[in-house]
């Protein structure tokens, strides 16, 4: 193989720039166009999070070769003024040998050894084996409907977005070279958090981790490492020295094999990568956690479950009940050094869940929080008393609401007819209608905490759970029809669901409307 495709200057990362536009770059002009790019423009949730992360390693990387040490008043700096270009140029500069994504001995992210390891050098794979979207081996077809003995070719710059996002996402399971089964990547099953600015200059800044402690073990990502030997990928597991190993961690070995002199992309070779071991005392910067049943796990995209009833697992917590990802705390501790505060803080939430080897769903979403709420915890917890008040209101009018679909039912006492009128109600649009109702009025709130008018916010969000309990209520009603059953069912439990009601939202002469709030 020979060396073809620099990473550094063939266009491949898509970016959106302050003027709208979605443009392919290379690296160096990333990084010297980053103060006039909005944001990253990759559609792929996975692989978007994998990007910033490839991005965040470099500056880190190029810092610490530059300077050696630097805080957050330097951080704050590079935020204002723009990063130091220069530097991160002659860094890349440095190992631009690294950075060619076909080469015979360091290809970009991938194992040169499977080229000539008995297990993997006369075996391929369709380059869909690490297409976290396609449908490969025995996976279901559903949208994908392609061939493994026939794959379409991409072109290098779809293979490297590709490839980002599926080593920092792929699940654990089955690999069957090399290793029967091999460890997740480092973000499995995860929503990453990254905090955003208004440039992409400003979002490097915001989510760069701290400089290097001096004495610690240097973090090297994997282009900075030697290359990885069969042995190595035969062997345990392997704690990260730190993000920029996390970032880059390559948790499956992949080759990929140029098809033509265009360097297009038909096949790969495939073996078990250089597995993570998960240090629980060193979680994943831009991995919140939330409580389980059985202590902490991580925040990740659950079925219809919108982002904000989740928000207490971003906020700082003193009682340990959920834990916010570091790199929230690295954005806040720049915010502090910042003379022009902005009173909130965009994030970028991205990412796939996924159920054991099983991948489920992925998504984005951008929320922003006052900086207050993210730095107060007295504010965080008063979120966090909100946000439960709704899940327990919703969970006794789901209760209610099931009681009053069994009477239409036949044998309404039985625990049989109960369990389906349960299962009918949640397949209904209860759950729908009452977040989405009551999210129209989180924004308001949200902005009346972060003012610290505790008094306002929860007058409006009792006011909003009110309208959102009444709203659902009445779908489920209309749901029931008009038989005679219905009629009476809707008759005996509407007194006990505005009991209810009057009881946990009780309604007030005078509320705080949502305009109000905004205002």
């Known amino acids: 193989m020979s060396k073809a495709f620099n990473v550094l200057d063939k266009p491949w990362l898509p970016a959106r720039l302050t003027d709208g536009s979605v443009v392919d770059l290379g690296l160096l002009e990333v990084f010297r166009r980053s103060g006039e790019i909005s944001a990253l423009a990759e559609t792929s949730p996975p692989s978007l999070v994998a990007q910033y992360r490839l991005l965040l390693a470099i500056v880190h990387r190029a810092m610490t070769r530059a300077f050696g040490h630097w805080n957050n ?54 380059w869909t084996q690490i297409a976290l979207a396609s449908a490969s081996g025995n996976t279901p077809v559903v949208f994908d409907h392609a061939l493994d003995n026939a794959p379409e070719a991409i072109d290098p710059a779809a293979a490297i977005r590709t ?28 929503a990453a958090v990254i905090p955003v600015g208004q440039t992409l200059a400003q979002t490097l800044a915001l989510a760069l981790h701290p400089s290097p402690r001096q004495g610690a073990e240097e973090d090297l990502p994997a282009w900075e490492r030697e290359p990885l030997t ?17 970032y880059t961690r390559q948790s499956r070995a992949v080759l990929l094999l140029p098809d033509d002199e265009d360097g297009r992309i038909r096949w790969l070779r495939f073996a078990a990568g250089w597995a993570l071991g998960e240090d629980p005392n060193a979680p994943d910067p831009m991995a919140a956690f939330r409580a389980g049943s059985n ?22 917590n003193p009682d340990k009940q959920s834990q916010p990802p570091a790199v929230l705390g690295y954005a806040m501790d720049g915010h502090r050094q910042i003379s022009d505060e902005h009173p909130y803080q965009p994030l970028l939430v991205a990412g796939l869940a996924s159920d054991q080897a099983k991948l489920l769903r992925w998504r984005a979403e951008q929320v922003s929080l006052p900086v207050a709420l993210l730095e107060d915890t007295d504010r965080a917890g008063y979120l966090r008393v909100l946000l439960d008040r709704a899940e327990g209101l919703f969970k006794d009018v789901s209760g209610l609401a099931a009681r009053m679909l069994a009477e239409t039912l036949p044998d309404p006492d039985s625990k049989d007819t109960r369990s389906r009128a349960r299962d009918l109600l949640a397949r209904g649009p209860l759950a729908s209608v009452y977040f989405s109702t009551a999210e ?80």
Do not use: C
């Open 295 to 316: 202590g902490l796990v991580r925040l990740t995209f659950v079925d219809g479950r919108a982002l904000w009833r989740d928000l207490p697992a971003l906020l700082p």
């Open 440 to 519: 129209r009025a989180l924004s308001p709130v949200l902005n009346r905490l972060g003012q610290g008018m505790f008094d306002d916010a929860d007058l409006a969000w009792n006011v909003a759970l009110r309208q959102s309990a009444l709203q659902a209520w009445d779908r489920v009603v209309v749901g029931l029809g008009r038989s005679p059953r219905a009629l009476r069912a809707d008759a005996k439990f509407l007194p006990r669901f505005h009991g209810l009601l009057n009881k946990q939202v009780p309604k007030v002469e005078r509320a705080v409307s949502a305009e109000e709030s905004i205002a």
């Open 73 to 126: 008043k330097q951080r704050a700096q590079w935020y204002l003024e723009g990063l130091p270009v220069p530097a991160i140029q002659d860094y890349l500069e440095h190992w631009r040998e690294r950075f060619w994504l076909f080469h015979p001995e360091h290809p970009f992210l991938q194992v040169a050894a499977l080229a000539t390891a008995e297990e993997t050098r006369e075996k391929r794979k369709p």
């Open 230 to 246: 069969i042995a190595q990928l035969r062997g345990a597991p392997v704690l990260a020295t730190g993000a920029n190993d996390r």
């Open 163 to 190: 490839l980002l996002g599926f080593l920092q996402f792929t699940p654990g399971g089955l690999v069957k070279t090399l290793r029967d089964a091999d460890k997740a990547g480092a973000l499995v099953n995860t």
